[in-house]
């Protein structure tokens, strides 16, 4: 099946600082790209959903300024966590979606830990 | 958004069948039914997608309702490497209804 690549796989930062996540589609066009980030126990909660060349969309509640996306290319988005702090700290996924009607592949994740 | 009501757990016996229920009475004709898992840890995988008619892969059968309202999802010889949380999703095709959002899931457990 088709492959997302998200890098890097866990990550500890000081507060403060930023973190920059990959995520690319290995083998097919990525049209969307979608942002997750997931706290123990809980379920996946939408932070963003991304379409190439265009601005992303954020779910109420998620701050454009500090979570920075950009979809420069089908087979790539990132994710910028700005200025982090402890609170920021979770499991963040990305999903690369090829079209309307077919399913969405994951990346394996990235824990970010802001001491 | 359309939304889906899963039961929070089930357990089942290995290599026996399990059957893992989703409501969705809201559904419009658009949308379609996605299930994914995720292990511990790891990003969700997934599993099968349908719009009206059943579905089968290599890793499960998606039954869905005549009137599209439910679905099961069946897998037919649980493994322990099947024990995870399971969602069903719906995703339609424009706008918000474009979005594929997670709900609680159903967690499986499996007994050996």
């Known amino acids: 099946g088709a492959v997302v690549s998200q890098h890097p796989s866990w990550v500890i930062c000081k507060s403060g600082t930023s973190v920059k996540i990959e995520c690319r589609s290995l083998?097919?066009?990525?049209?969307?790209m979608f942002w997750y980030r997931q706290f123990p126990k809980q379920s996946l909660m939408l932070m963003a959903t991304?379409?190439?060349?265009?601005?992303?969309?954020?779910e109420q509640g998620v701050e454009k300024d500090k979570f920075l996306i950009n979809h420069a290319s089908l087979t790539l988005s990132t994710l910028t966590v700005t200025s982090a702090h402890p609170e920021d700290s979770s499991f963040y996924i990305c999903?690369?979606?090829?079209?309307?009607?077919?399913?969405?592949?994951f990346g394996q994740g990235t824990r970010l830990t802001v001491v | 958004d359309a939304k889906t009501t899963q039961p929070n757990s089930m357990e089942s016996n290995e290599e026996e069948p399990v059957h893992l229920p989703c409501n969705h009475s809201?559904?419009?004709?658009?949308?379609?039914i996605h299930w994914y898992r995720q292990l511990p840890s790891q990003g969700p995988e997934y599993v099968i997608h349908?719009?009206?008619s059943n579905v089968n892969n290599r890793m499960a059968s998606l039954a869905i309702a005549e009137d599209r309202k439910s679905s099961t999802l069946i897998l037919h010889r649980a493994t322990l490497r099947d024990a995870a949380v399971y969602y069903c999703?719906?995703?339609?095709?424009?706008?918000?209804?474009?979005?594929?959002?997670f709900g609680k899931g159903i967690t499986l457990s499996v007994r050996p």
């Open positions: 349908g719009l009206t």
């Open positions: 999703i719906l995703r339609g095709y424009t706008g918000a209804n474009s979005k594929l959002t």
């Open positions: 991304s379409n190439e060349g265009s601005k992303a969309t954020y």
């Open positions: 083998d097919f066009q990525a049209t969307t």
């Open positions: 999903s690369a979606i090829q079209g309307i009607n077919t399913e969405a592949f």
């Open positions: 809201t559904i419009s004709g658009t949308d379609y």
